[in-house]
């Protein structure tokens, strides 16, 4: 069975270093066009959606820059769940820990620590890398909020045992940190 692409290959007319810069569902402020259509599903949805389906695969073939950006939504759901079930806390407190990871400082492609430097080309100017920064931190505050709605659906004191037992798969045998 092979691995789930992204639905957003053929809408990736603009892109910075391999990642399809896409609109999002979003209220956090960045450099994202909105999309205010909330039926309408955008790439944070398909991580999520996609997240417990790849996650079992260690190889992936990349069919576009949508695929890059899915790659890096699905290695981040499992690193929120790892700092999840390690935190154990209940829904509020939840919120404010992935929060707080979202905005943690992160490389980018192009720069030294950045894990994936083969898969991902490097920013073609400092003014690409600094945009690129911006609509990460904003696909990682929205990511990180969806995911706490799935992984909090049924109780606010305690997270999905279903959502935490993927805490362990590891993408494509990679992580972001």
């Avoid at 270093?17 to 994202?32: E, Y």
């Avoid at 991580?47 to 069919?63: G, H, M, S, V, W």
């Avoid at 820990?97 to 080309?121: C, I, K, Q, R, W």
């Avoid at 706490?148 to 045992?161: F, G, R």
Wanted: with cysteine; hydrophobic share 40%; net charge positive.
């Amino acid at each position: 069975m092979p691995a789930y692409h992204s639905s957003f290959i053929n809408n990736t007319e603009h892109q910075i270093a391999g990642f399809a810069i896409l609109p999002l569902k979003t209220k956090f402020r960045g450099p994202s066009q909105t999309v205010n259509d909330l039926s309408v599903q955008d790439i944070v949805d398909e991580c999520i959606e996609l997240f417990r389906a790849n996650c079992f695969f260690k190889n992936f073939e990349i069919k576009g820059s949508a695929d890059r950006t899915l790659i890096y939504g699905i290695l981040f759901i499992s690193d929120c769940l790892n700092k999840l079930s390690r935190a154990n806390c209940n829904k509020n407190d939840s919120i404010k820990l992935l929060n707080a990871f979202a905005l943690e400082n992160f490389t980018v492609p192009g720069d030294a620590g950045f894990p994936f430097n083969s898969l991902y080309p490097a920013p073609s100017n400092q003014s690409d890398s600094d945009f690129l920064r911006q609509y990460i931190t904003q696909f990682r505050q929205e990511l990180a909020l969806r995911l706490i709605n799935h992984v909090y659906a049924n109780s606010d004191s305690k997270p999905n045992k279903w959502w935490l037992c993927f805490s362990k798969r590891k993408f494509m045998n990679k992580t972001l940190s």
